[in-house]
């Protein structure tokens, strides 16, 4: 794993080249180490992998799928549908300390900062969004069992369609907040084989999500891409006031907006 820290000792933050495998590692030693300041990484992948929710199953079955594509299978810590991380998406992993000001009770008031900062974010590199203030539920849904087919609170979906999803995992010490960004359309139906459900439901997944390149931006640079979302949350860890009412919640007269130098 490649990691590129940002120079300040207040966040512990860093842009990471790395497999699926190897964030769901750290992701694992600071739930169960628990940490002294907040930690940020931004992961932009090496290569493919399908990753579950917690509740998602690693059997030999889709072990054997796994292999039979070529790609990595592994879970992580926080809930939601299955993932297909690989070049085509960006990660980003934030883990608080249980007592930081930004963590809220509830899962509207818990997401709230992470979308709004990803919005900000979306603004600095040209685009306009707004994070969901409710669930998108489909009765019935055949494509559940995936994280970009439905919208919950805090995530963002553009023109009515999903390109950030969110997700948490809440232990004594720490609170992990995690999110994917489709940058570039992914090859859904790796994601459909793997798991197992039938290769037409990749075309709905296509017809659910939007990236960040069908909407004009540039991936021929995903490290600056990177870079220019780590700093945009550190910039939110960062503040002398993190209770700012730009996340939602009770704030000081006077702070400084998202983006700007504290």
């Known amino acids: 794993m490649r990691s590129r820290p940002l120079p300040d000792g207040a966040v512990d933050a860093a842009l990471c080249h790395a497999s699926a ?11 169960r180490d628990g940490i002294a300041r907040p930690a940020i990484r931004v992961w932009i992948y090496s290569r493919t992998a399908v990753v579950l929710g917690r509740s998602g199953r690693q059997d030999a079955a889709s072990v054997a799928r796994a292999r039979a594509a070529g790609v990595e299978l592994c879970v992580r810590p926080t809930g939601g549908g299955a993932v297909l991380a690989g070049p085509w998406m960006m990660s980003a992993s934030v883990v608080l300390p249980t007592g930081h000001p ?19 974010w979306l603004q600095r590199v040209g685009i306009t969004a ?19 087919a439905g919208l919950s609170y805090g995530e963002i979906a553009i023109r009515g369609r999903k390109m950030i999803g969110l997700s948490q995992a809440r232990r004594r010490d720490a609170i992990l907040y995690s999110s994917g960004i489709l940058v570039s359309p992914p090859p859904w139906e790796v994601l459909c084989d793997v798991v197992g459900q039938p290769r037409e439901q990749a075309v709905t997944l296509g017809r ?14 995903p490290e600056a891409l990177g870079q220019s979302l780590l700093e945009t949350i550190s910039s939110i860890l960062l503040l002398r006031d993190p209770d700012h009412d730009h996340f939602g919640v009770t704030g000081t007269a006077g702070s400084n907006p998202v983006g700007s130098p504290a």
Not at 130 to 148: E, G, I, M
Not at 208 to 221: D, H, K, P
């Open 208 to 221: 659910r999500t939007l990236t960040y390149s069908e909407l004009g931006g540039s991936v021929a640079l």
């Open 102 to 120: 930004l963590v809220e009770p509830g899962i509207a008031r818990s997401f709230a900062w992470l979308g709004r900062a990803h919005c900000d």
């Open 130 to 148: 707004r994070p969901a203030t409710q669930p998108v539920v489909q009765r019935d849904d055949a494509l559940a069992w995936a994280c970009f």
């Open 21 to 31: 495998a190897e964030e769901q590692a750290w992701l694992a030693d600071a739930l």
